[in-house]
């Protein structure tokens, strides 16, 4: 049977969860995600068997500036049929399902970023457009150590492999810190003025207010963000976000940071002074990543700055659910950053 969320199907939920992509999910991280975000609502479709989830496709609601508008677009997240259940067209039926529940909830837009095979199925179940492969540029601070990835665990061992990566860094020659970055513990008013003043820079962005930035990163109960502020004045005029993970590559412990949203007014300066203490603040992982469309003045100062698009690995598909939105479908359009993305 496919229905409708109901209340308690979150643990059902994560148990699909665990199944299907191999790690762990707390219900206070669902909570946040879906049934505490800024738009107060959760749109989510599942398939029951026997009184157990198989089968879980959600959208997430948000706000979205649309030239002069504002519009409630969605997009699909956690998309997952237990091993068992697949096979039998059910995959086909709750996105269907999902796609009726959007509409009747009035999103307009209905959008993704899935892995190719879910890709496919999306847009063949959908009629979603491929609007583009997100491209994906990175800072490299630590060129041996990302070598050693390549190398067996069995040599990167070794003491003086492990000293010799950690010691080689890149260092790159940054401006003075301005004294107009300070660092952000809560969103306040000043968002919410910020978001008014930029937010006409490109025909469609994710409303950047003070709800959202409060709930997207400081409620946030998984990842833990840093976030800088360019104030003049006593007036924000924009904001960096980074993040650090770890990970491990044969045998290699890499700090990887990120770059997770960068958003400030009409100056080329605010936005240089932002990717640049990103830099700062990331000085000591071993390599950096964001995303950045190419007609965005974030993608050219990025590259000013010693980025490289190194790949565009990530699909972004689209579907207008309404009738007369043709802006969305055009990533001219678009601006995006990985903060958009519920994964970062």
């Not at 847009?123 to 060129?143: D, M, S």
């Not at 109960?221 to 007036?235: A, F, H, L, M, Q």
């Amino acid at each position: 049977m496919i229905r409708n969320y109901k209340s308690n199907d979150e643990k059902g939920i994560n148990e699909l969860f665990k199944e299907v992509f191999g790690k762990e999910r707390s219900e206070k991280e669902w909570h946040w995600k879906f049934r505490k975000n800024p738009i107060n609502k959760e749109i989510i479709s599942v398939y029951e068997d026997n009184n157990k989830i198989c089968g879980h496709v959600s959208v997430m609601p948000v706000k979205v500036q649309v030239g002069t508008e504002e519009k409630l677009f969605g997009m699909r997240a956690d998309a997952m049929i237990s091993p068992s259940s697949r096979g039998k067209g059910i995959y086909k039926d709750i996105v269907h399902h999902v796609v009726k529940s959007s509409k009747e909830e009035d999103v307009d837009f209905l959008y993704g970023f899935p892995a190719p095979k879910a890709k496919e199925l999306f847009q063949k179940y959908t009629g979603a457009k491929e609007l583009c492969y997100v491209p994906r540029l990175i800072y490299v601070n630590n060129p041996v150590k990302l070598a050693m990835t390549k190398l067996p665990a069995s040599i990167n061992k070794l003491p003086l492999v492990q000293s010799v990566g950690n010691v080689l860094r890149r260092r790159k020659a940054l401006l003075k810190e301005s004294p107009n970055l300070v660092p952000i513990k809560q969103a306040d008013d000043r968002f919410d003025d910020l978001w008014e003043r930029a937010k006409g820079q490109y025909p469609i962005m994710l409303k950047r207010d003070r709800a959202y930035v409060n709930w997207r990163y400081f409620e946030n109960p998984t990842n833990k963000y840093s976030i800088i502020g360019y104030v003049d004045g006593g007036i924000l005029k924009g904001y960096a976000v980074t993040a650090i993970q770890e990970k491990q590559i044969n045998g290699v412990h890499l700090n990887l940071g990120y770059v997770v949203d960068i958003f400030a007014v009409d100056e080329n300066e605010v936005w240089l002074k932002l990717i640049e203490t990103s830099l700062r603040n990331l000085s000591n992982s071993d390599m950096i990543s964001t995303w950045a469309l190419k007609h965005t003045r974030l993608y050219s100062q990025l590259k000013g700055c010693g980025f490289i698009h190194k790949d565009s690995p990530m699909p972004f598909v689209g579907v207008s659910l309404q009738e007369g939105n043709n802006k969305a479908n055009e990533i001219e359009n678009w601006f995006i950053t990985p903060g958009d993305v519920d994964s970062f």
